[in-house]
């Protein structure tokens, strides 16, 4: 836009002085040449600014591409006005359109040094039109051959000036280049300091509500453990009937110190895995085993369904994984039962809890993987920690597994963790097809 304003602020000064010295025709063709490729400039510039100027660097490429032409002819109308003056017209006027190109010259540093390609078709443009307009016009007769006596020493600092506005080009390129990437620097410092002091604050936040939330968990039971023991000094004859309870507390406290510890070593990366083969089988028999007290007290049918399958996995992680997930089932789950299954799909292997319980809804449904929550509306809720699916997602991640939830309210849930079916080891890993776990087929509903 500089170079606009000032050709349109010499122009009406270069006109007054050509007029009457130079050919009229050469003149008129000349002015309306320029007048329109500096209205068609103006148009390009707006469009640039309305559709190109918030874009990506491809689409700008796309307008190099499209108007790119459009500065070298600007160049060549700016150097014609040399040889339209030179020798023809009065000193005065030789010397103002000598300055102007010239000054038109010196603008495009500024304007169009942050793009070399441009800047070197205007200037080449502009330079070899005015060389053209130094010679042209002695060998077509229009300027008296005596005149040599000036172009050579013209030519000769003309050349010198390309060589300068063209080094003089490249050197402020590569510091408005070095600026800008300074820039960009500073931007992505400054974006990654940001980012890292809202993660540094997430974290505080997360630790302390982290830390406020084992305390509750932890006082209660600690509380009724006192509770139960100045009872018991007071009655030692109630300690058939303190003893489960205090034993219920105690329980309660070591769950409680296991998950955090747990919750902890994954957090801190020294949860050690130990992979080795995995009876699927053997593992669902010893869910069931933990769990089937649990089921039968609240009239809740626990199955499970797998075919023969071998694992490569850490069977503590594993156990965990689906020991946590089962537990919380059965937690939400008054009537019908659970199922713990095994799924085969041709590019996985999927491990899947059903669940006829009081299900998720939608809005909890992300938040039940954070550390002590609980949904409020859910009966059964009150013993648990809230750190369950925590561990599980924790869990899972670290082992590279997917984990996958479908829930609907009052109908129950089922929750998937999927393993790369390269985790399957064998020669039933080939001859096992596609299963299809039904929960109402193996006795859930």
């Known amino acids: 836009m500089s170079s606009l304003i000032s ?105 169009l040094s942050a793009y070399l390609p441009v800047f070197r078709c205007y200037t080449h443009a502009l330079v070899v039109s005015v060389l053209l307009g130094l010679t042209v016009p002695m060998l077509l007769g229009v300027v008296p051959v005596m005149g040599l006596k000036y172009v050579i020493p013209l030519i000769f600092l003309l050349l010198i000036f390309w060589w300068w506005l063209h080094t003089a080009g490249q050197r402020l390129h590569q510091v408005q280049r070095a600026s800008l990437e300074l820039q960009f620097f500073n931007q992505e410092l400054i974006d990654s300091l940001t980012q890292q002091t809202r993660a540094s604050l997430r974290a505080v936040a997360t630790k302390n509500r982290f830390l406020a939330s084992a305390a509750h ?106 020991g946590n997930l089962v537990s919380n089932a059965l937690r939400h789950t008054h009537q019908g039962g659970v199922l713990l299954g095994l799924r085969h799909r041709s590019d996985m292997l999927v491990f899947e809890v059903w669940d006829t319980g009081v299900g998720i809804a939608r809005e909890h449904q992300q938040a039940i993987f954070q550390e002590f929550f609980r949904v409020s509306q859910h009966q059964g809720t009150e013993d648990s920690l809230g750190l369950g699916l925590t561990i599980v997602s924790k869990l899972a991640t670290l082992m590279g597994y997917q984990l996958a939830l479908h829930s609907v309210a009052n109908r129950g849930s089922v929750f998937r963790v999927m393993l790369p079916a390269y985790t399957q080891t064998g020669k039933e890993a080939a001859e096992n097809s596609r299963g299809v776990l039904d929960p109402a087929a193996m006795g859930v509903r």
């Not at 559709?51 to 990506?56: H, I, K, L």
């Not at 110190?257 to 130990?274: E, P, Q, V």
């Not at 992979?275 to 669902?284: A, I, T």
């Open 7 to 111: 050709a349109a602020l010499a122009l009406p000064v270069m006109l007054y002085l050509m007029a009457g010295e130079v050919h009229t025709l050469a003149l008129v063709v000349w002015t309306s040449l320029l007048l329109a490729l500096l209205a068609y400039r103006y148009r390009m510039i707006v469009t640039y600014r309305l559709r190109y100027d918030s874009t990506e660097g491809t689409t700008r490429m796309d307008f190099i591409r499209r108007y790119g032409w459009s500065w070298s002819a600007i160049g060549v109308l700016w150097g014609v006005s040399i040889g339209l003056t030179f020798l023809q017209a009065s000193v005065p006027t030789q010397l103002v359109c000598g300055l102007v190109v010239l000054g038109h010259g010196l603008l495009s540093l500024t304007a």
């Open 217 to 322: 968990d932890l006082r209660q039971p600690v509380h009724a453990l006192s509770l139960y023991a100045d009872w018991l000094a007071t009655e030692p004859e109630m300690a058939p009937d303190i003893a489960p309870r205090i034993l219920q507390s105690t329980r309660a406290i070591n769950e409680l110190f296991d998950s955090l510890f747990d919750l902890t070593r994954i957090d801190a990366g020294n949860y050690k895995l130990r992979l080795q083969h995995v009876d699927v089988q053997q593992l669902f028999a010893d869910v069931v085993l933990q769990f089937q007290p649990v089921a039968a007290g609240k009239s809740l049918k626990l199955r499970t369904h797998a075919r023969p399958t071998t694992l490569w996995a850490d069977p503590v992680v594993l156990r965990r994984i689906l």
